[in-house]
Structures are given as C-alpha cells and as structure tokens.
C-alpha cells in the first residue's frame, strides 16, 4: 500500500545534469521502492546568470526527462538499467511505477527552491508528513535550512536526510582543469560520484567534445548530447560569479528529526517564498511609531514668531 504521508525529495543546481547526478537519482528511486512511495521530486535552481549556470532550467529538465517524456532521456534510461539488474519481478515491476518528477523553481522574483517545496506539503492532504531528503556531502547543510522552516509546520511529523559522499569529486574536477591530464584521462574509469556539473563544464571549456560525447552517450541520443554541448558552450561567456569562500559547517540538527521526540529550539529561519531570515519568536522591540507633524518641523525662531503674532492679536 502507498504511504501518501511521505515525500521523498532533492534540491539541486544540476547545471549542467550529469552521471554522477544519476547516482542521486538512483536513491530516490530506491528509496521510494523501500518505503513504497510512487513518486519522487527533484527540485531544479532557475539560475542562469553565469558560467557556473550555462543553461536554464527547461534544459535540465530536456536532458533529466520528466514523467510525460517518451524520447531518451538520462532518468528513463537510468530506470530502464536499474530494472534490467533487478532479479526479482516485483521489483522491477516496482522500480518502473515509480514516476521521477523534475521540476524548476518558478520564474518570480524572491522564489527559491523552497517555493515548490512548500506547494508539494501543502498540497498532501494526509496528516503526519515525513519529509526525506536526499542531497549530496557538497550541500548537505540544506538539511537544516529545511528543517527550521517545515519542522515547526502542524502537518510536518518528521524530517530525515541521506547525504551521498562525493570524495573523489575535488580530484577529477582538478585534472578537468588541466588540458594535458584530461588528454589522458580515461572517461569510463571516472567514478559516477565523482562526474560534477564543474567537471562537465571544464570539459567544454577545454573543447573536448570527445570526452563529452563519451561521457553521455550511454544516456543520450547524438542530438541532445550535440544541443547539451552546444548550449553549455554558449553559457559559458557569461561573467563569472563573485562570490567569497564558504566554510563547511556542521549539521545542526541530528536526524531523523521526529515530533514530540527530537529537540528543535528556535532558530533563524529562511522564510521560503522571498529567502529573507527570520525567527519564531521575534525579540525586537516594536519600532516607535513617529508623530505626525504635518509637513516639515519648524525651526524654533518660526515657533517664536508665532507666538509673537499671537499675543499681539490678542
């Protein structure tokens, strides 16, 4: 029996979609599998402003695939692997219901990943919503970020997280750097975690079309892979974002976070639909509200005046 109360979800940039996202994609849907849920959620960024965002979000969603899609795309090709190397025919049967939704946060100024995320909670009728994460080791803090904001909902009984390692993800993206070690590098002995949307960029950067036909042709069709290509090479002559180094910090919550068993004190939170911080419980003072003086105030010799003029009528 489907359990309806729980929502099995990924926010990510994926800019440009890679095998290595596939690896993500896999969770979700063995997940999905485990706790009999029929359908799983990613989450797409709008951003394509730079050269660390080349394409926009219905590109993603072209070469991702999506529900409706019949052509080849990289999730329906996943699928289909994954049910060829199951054994059992209920689970292949199983991982073929699983419907892989894609969707991009919406083009409205202050919306964030967040936005949709709250439409799909809101939009479940049943009571009692476990939400489950899955996100890689790179982003990881958006677990906490999720729970201050949906954890305190009525509705919200629970929030979990599997982070998926990327280790090797920093070495290969290094030697995508370097022309001569990517000259040498062998495509299909790259691990699938290590395969960032960084290390396709670097690919295109250096006009290696071979490496990246080699890359994607196990997921896609000559035409796409050539757009994909194409479309990540004219994004990026965009400027490059500024931006200061961030450090990692640990996660704040220790989960699965459950109510009535797991402790959530007040903490800042990001509200979802404009992104702005705020706090449970606001402890600012009230601003004083400012008397009305009726234009501009008078200078105390203007006061004088007046008084003046007064007492001489009188």
């Known amino acids: 029996m489907e359990l309806d109360n729980t929502l099995i979800f990924t926010l990510a ?3 440009p979609p890679t095998p290595g996202h596939l690896f ?14 029929s359908d799983v959620y990613i989450i797409l960024s709008k ?17 991702l695939g ?12 996943l699928k289909q692997t994954m049910i060829d190397e199951a054994v059992d025919p209920e689970q292949k049967q199983k991982i073929a219901q699983v419907r892989v939704n894609t969707i991009c946060v ?27 994460l899955i996100i890689g080791d790179d982003r990881k803090n958006m677990a906490d970020s999720i729970t201050d904001v949906f954890f305190k909902k ?11 390692p990327r280790e090797e993800m920093s070495e290969f993206k ?12 062998d495509i299909s002995t790259v691990p699938v975690n290590a395969m960032s949307a960084s290390f396709v960029r670097n690919i295109v950067k250096n006009n290696r079309k071979d490496k990246f036909i080699e890359l994607y042709s196990p997921y896609l069709d ?9 479309d990540i090479s004219n994004g990026l002559t965009m400027k490059p974002p500024s931006k200061a180094d961030e450090q990692e910090r640990p996660l704040k919550y220790i989960y699965p976070m459950i109510k009535g068993q797991s402790e959530f004190p007040i903490r800042q939170a990001v509200f979802p639909s404009s992104g702005k911080r705020t706090t449970e419980i606001s402890t600012q003072p009230k601003a004083t509200k400012k008397r009305k003086t009726g234009g501009r105030r008078k200078t105390r010799r203007q006061r004088t005046n007046k008084r003046r003029r007064t007492n001489k009528r009188r």
């Open 106 to 132: 919406p083009e409205v100024k202050g919306s964030t990943p967040f936005t949709p995320l709250v439409s799909l909670v809101d939009n479940m009728t049943a009571p009692d919503i476990n939400l489950f």
């Open 24 to 37: 993500l994609i896999r969770q979700l849907i063995e997940t999905a599998v485990n706790k009999n849920v």
């Open 66 to 77: 999506n529900i409706d899609n019949t052509s080849r795309t990289m999730i329906q090709t």
């Open 13 to 15: 940039r994926m800019n």
């Open 154 to 164: 009525d509705n919200v009984n629970s929030v979990d997280v599997m982070i998926l």
């Open 222 to 230: 000559e035409a796409k892979i050539d757009k994909l290509y194409d």
């Open 174 to 185: 290094e030697k995508s750097k370097n022309p001569a070690l990517l000259d040498t590098l």
């Open 47 to 63: 951003t394509n402003d730079n050269n660390e965002n080349p394409i926009p979000c219905p590109e993603k969603i072209a070469v």
